[in-house]
């Protein structure tokens, strides 16, 4: 996921700067997404028009993204909007809960097995004993007392080394700040 919010970012910001190649990969990308998202919502005569018409709100809307927040939440913020839009005219009462934005991107097994090697590999590049820290705090979600207990330091040394590890590997990829 977080290699394909990346490559969608960037594809959205070259489209912005007038690239239209880029841009047309960037809306055939988000329609396959999109497809899925309505599928399990809608039926399907009704799923492919919210697809459609949330590809022209996104397009209409673009340059309203703000490129230092998460391009795939903006587009989920669409969609959510295009589905209670349908919701409210077929007069149908369901709610969208806002923590389910991952299901817009929900990644087929190629995918997360391509994120699992990207984390990876971007991990490698975080000293052995960093390392270890995110990924028993961030990827296994062990508590920082337990991870404190463990390797023997304090819990704010934990909390310190993990957020300078992050930060460093934001800045690997691409000067942004990782928090």
């Keep these: 996921m977080f290699a394909q919010e990346a490559q969608y970012r960037e594809w959205m910001l070259a489209g912005l700067a007038g690239d239209e190649v880029a841009y047309r990969i960037l809306l055939g990308g988000l329609t396959r997404h999109l497809r899925g998202y309505y599928a399990r919502r809608l039926n399907p005569a009704a799923a492919e028009d919210a697809v459609q018409e949330t ?8 340059a309203t993204y703000d490129s230092a927040l998460p391009f795939t939440a903006w587009v989920y913020g669409i969609a959510r909007y295009k589905l209670l839009d349908e919701y409210r005219r077929v007069k149908r009462r369901e709610t969208v809960p ?3 934005a991952d299901a817009l991107f929900a990644a087929d097994e190629l ?16 000293p052995k004993a960093k390392r270890k820290l995110i990924r028993d705090v961030k990827l296994d979600g062990r508590s920082i007392s337990e991870v404190a207990a463990e390797t023997g330091m304090s819990e704010s040394a934990v909390k310190v080394t993990m957020h300078r590890a992050i930060k460093l590997l934001g800045e690997d990829l691409g000067g942004r700040d990782a928090d």
Excluded: G, P
């Excluded at 995918?111 to 975080?126: F, G």
């Design 55 to 62: 590809l022209i709100a996104i397009h209409t809307r673009r």
């Design 98 to 100: 806002l923590d389910e």
């Design 111 to 126: 995918e997360a097995s391509t994120a699992k090697r990207d984390v990876e590999k971007l991990l490698s590049k975080v």
